[in-house]
């Protein structure tokens, strides 16, 4: 039996609420420098409270952190609250205990027309899903109600296992599985997303989530100044999307919170040193980029849709998934200077 010390640490603070719970999770796995913990949870699903526009009221993340390791994400600082580095996110995965039972309870919490999105900070498919199933349970427990509006994002092609529990789900309920995409580069999505599914695997599962019937398409985000956003690579990816089958297709622009600039800026001084000193001068002092950017690059987008095919039925409901990243500061900037991003900065990623 552990003893307890006669005088307190003084040097370490008291842990409390998140932190507390991260501390006393049991490690149940470790493999290639990822270590794998219980997390306690009181809530699974969880009410969206935030200054920008988004168009999902719950959000359900089956896990805390990802393994996907992706440079660009901007969900690292919900490991902050655990008292944990922004790299922990991608090394310390925490497993969501009693999801379904948690689920069963919450969901008369949720009234008619409101949008749960599933894996809005985590990827409800990554590494970890395919031995402890917390996503599939939760699938099996929607599987049981209806009437619900449901988006379900990830970069894996592992959904493909449970199409027919999908199938099941989508019965009685509004269902919308959103891939998300960066570019068909696959040399460059091994950089930018080091342990995510290649990019043909994740088309492949597209085409196989629609020929089941469970509608599917494409979030290109986030397209990366510089890196992925020259016409010809979007235009790549929406030509694979369209042969895939893909419903819809948007894109939305990196906004770079603190914790990932803190990871991918570094990363951008190894494998793009020729856009640092751009990307400091335009996120210096904010995390959006001026709705301009934006506005032409879903022009463009527009214009490749239309041009190979994609129509985006449903692109009401897979929006709900993953909303524009606009400065809800800028927002009604009518006078926002129409910019060419970085001048003389054109190396392909191809």
């Known amino acids: 039996m552990s003893t307890l010390p006669l005088l307190p640490d003084s040097d370490k603070p008291r842990l409390i609420g998140i932190a507390r719970l991260a501390a006393q999770g049991e490690s149940i796995r470790e493999g290639h420098n990822i270590e794998y913990f219980t997390l306690p949870t009181r809530s699974l699903l969880n009410r969206v409270v935030s200054n920008r526009s988004l168009p999902f009221v719950w959000a359900i993340n089956p896990y805390r952190g990802c393994e996907f390791a992706c440079k660009y994400c901007y969900a690292r600082y919900t490991h902050e609250f655990m008292e944990m580095t922004d790299l922990d996110f991608e090394r310390k995965i925490y497993v969501k205990q009693h999801a379904a039972n948690l689920l069963r309870q919450e969901l008369r919490k949720v009234k008619t027309g409101e949008e749960i999105a599933i894996g809005t900070a985590t990827d409800p498919y990554q590494p970890a899903e395919r031995r402890y199933e917390i996503t599939r349970a939760i699938l099996e427990e929607f599987a049981r109600h209806r009437g619900f509006e449901i988006g379900i994002v990830t970069k894996s092609n592992l959904i493909v296992r449970d199409v027919e529990l999908l199938r099941q789900v989508s019965e009685h309920n509004q269902l919308f599985v959103n891939i998300t995409l960066t570019t068909v580069n696959t040399e460059l999505a091994r950089i ?79 494998e793009f040193p020729h856009l640092v000193a751009s990307y400091r001068e335009r996120y210096e002092s904010r995390a959006f980029l001026p709705p301009a950017y934006g506005k032409r690059l879903s022009q463009l987008v527009k214009t490749l849709r239309a041009k190979h095919g994609i129509y985006n039925r449903y692109e009401r409901y897979a929006r709900r998934a993953h909303p524009d990243p606009l400065d809800p500061n800028d927002a009604n900037d009518a006078n926002a200077e129409q910019m060419t991003l970085f001048p003389g900065a054109a190396k392909s990623a191809a």
Not at 202 to 227: D, F, H, M
């Open 192 to 270: 930018l997303e080091p342990r995510a599914p290649r990019p043909d695997l994740r088309l492949e599962a597209i085409r196989q989530l629609n020929l089941a019937g469970i509608a599917s398409g494409v979030i290109c985000a986030p397209v990366l100044p510089g890196i992925t956003d020259a016409p010809r690579d979007l235009e790549a990816l929406v030509e694979a999307a369209a042969q895939a089958d893909a419903k819809y297709i948007f894109a939305n622009p990196l906004f770079l919170k603190p914790c990932s600039a803190s990871i991918f800026l570094p990363f951008l001084e190894q």
